[in-house]
C-alpha cells in the first residue's frame, strides 16, 4: 500500500517529499501538521509488525551539501553564530540543494556564495540519510579543490568568517566543543579516502 505522500509536493518550488520507496510496514494515515516549504512536519500513523498502530513523527527538510574544501594544505572553515543551538561554531560550509542541482554543483555554489572561493573540481565523497529516527533528510558530502578567490554573495540569513585551518589539524580542531555531526562527518569521510 502506497502512503500517497511521495506523490504531494512538500516544498514551495513544488519537490516531491524525499520517501526512499514503498513502506513496509502498512501506513494507515498521513498527517501534515507543518508546512514552511523548507521544513514540512507531521506523522505516518503505522501497523506494527504486532498490530498495534502508532504514530511515527517526522520533519522533512530539503537536501543538503556539506563542502571539505583544500588550498594549500589548509581546510576551508566557516565560523558562523547558531541561534538554534545558542553557540558559535567553525563548521564545513555547508547549504540546501536548490532543484535540479547536484551535490556537487550545490556544493560549488555554497563554497562560493559562502567563503568566496570557487572550486575547479568537486567529487561527491557520500550521501546519507540524517538523524532517521525522526529526520527525512539527505545530505550530501563534496570534496572541493583548485579553490580561485570570487565575489561573496552571502545570503539574507547568512553572518559567516571564513577561516582555514591546517590539514593535520582539522580534525582535532573540528572535535573542540561546540561541534556538529556535519563537520566532524565531513572530515571523517575525506580522510578514508585520503583526501586529508
Given at each position: 500500500?502506497?502512503?500517497?505522500?511521495?506523490?504531494?509536493?512538500?516544498?514551495?518550488?513544488g519537490?516531491?517529499?524525499?520517501?526512499?520507496?514503498?513502506?513496509?510496514?502498512?501506513?494507515?494515515?498521513v498527517?501534515?501538521?507543518?508546512?514552511?516549504?523548507?521544513?514540512?512536519?507531521?506523522y505516518?500513523?503505522?501497523?506494527?509488525?504486532?498490530?498495534?498502530?502508532?504514530?511515527?513523527?517526522?520533519?522533512?527538510?530539503?537536501?543538503?551539501?556539506?563542502?571539505?574544501?583544500v588550498?594549500?594544505?589548509?581546510?576551508?572553515?566557516?565560523?558562523q553564530y547558531?541561534?538554534?543551538?545558542r553557540?558559535?561554531?567553525?563548521?564545513?560550509?555547508?547549504?540546501?540543494?536548490e532543484?535540479?542541482?547536484?551535490?556537487?554543483?550545490?556544493?560549488?555554489?555554497e563554497?562560493?556564495?559562502e567563503?568566496?572561493?570557487?572550486p575547479?573540481?568537486?567529487?561527491?565523497?557520500?550521501?546519507?540519510w540524517?538523524?532517521?529516527?525522526?529526520?527525512?533528510?539527505?545530505?550530501g558530502?563534496?570534496?572541493?579543490?583548485?579553490?580561485?578567490?570570487?565575489?561573496?554573495?552571502?545570503?539574507?540569513?547568512?553572518?559567516?568568517?571564513?577561516?582555514?585551518?591546517?590539514i593535520d589539524?582539522?580534525?582535532?580542531?573540528?572535535?573542540?566543543?561546540?561541534?556538529?555531526?556535519?563537520?566532524l562527518?565531513?572530515?571523517?569521510?575525506?580522510?578514508?579516502?585520503?583526501?586529508?
Amino acid at each position: 500500500m502506497s502512503d500517497g505522500l511521495g506523490d504531494l509536493p512538500a516544498f514551495d518550488d513544488g519537490r516531491n517529499h524525499s520517501l526512499p520507496g514503498e513502506p513496509e510496514w502498512p501506513v494507515r494515515e498521513v498527517v501534515v501538521e507543518y508546512d514552511e516549504g523548507w521544513f514540512v512536519g507531521g506523522y505516518d500513523r503505522v501497523e506494527q509488525p504486532d498490530g498495534t498502530e502508532k504514530k511515527y513523527y517526522w520533519a522533512e527538510l530539503s537536501p543538503a551539501t556539506v563542502i571539505v574544501a583544500v588550498a594549500d594544505d589548509h581546510v576551508l572553515f566557516v565560523e558562523q553564530y547558531r541561534p538554534t543551538v545558542r553557540n558559535t561554531q567553525l563548521e564545513l560550509p555547508a547549504g540546501i540543494v536548490e532543484p535540479g542541482e547536484s551535490y556537487t554543483a550545490a556544493g560549488a555554489r555554497e563554497l562560493a556564495e559562502e567563503t568566496g572561493f570557487e572550486p575547479d573540481s568537486t567529487s561527491l565523497l557520500q550521501e546519507v540519510w540524517c538523524s532517521t529516527g525522526v529526520l527525512r533528510h539527505t545530505r550530501g558530502y563534496v570534496f572541493a579543490e583548485g579553490l580561485e578567490p570570487v565575489d561573496v554573495d552571502h545570503d539574507s540569513n547568512e553572518f559567516l568568517v571564513p577561516r582555514t585551518v591546517p590539514i593535520d589539524e582539522a580534525l582535532a580542531v573540528a572535535r573542540e566543543p561546540p561541534t556538529n555531526d556535519a563537520t566532524l562527518e565531513g572530515l571523517l569521510l575525506a580522510e578514508e579516502e585520503g583526501l586529508l
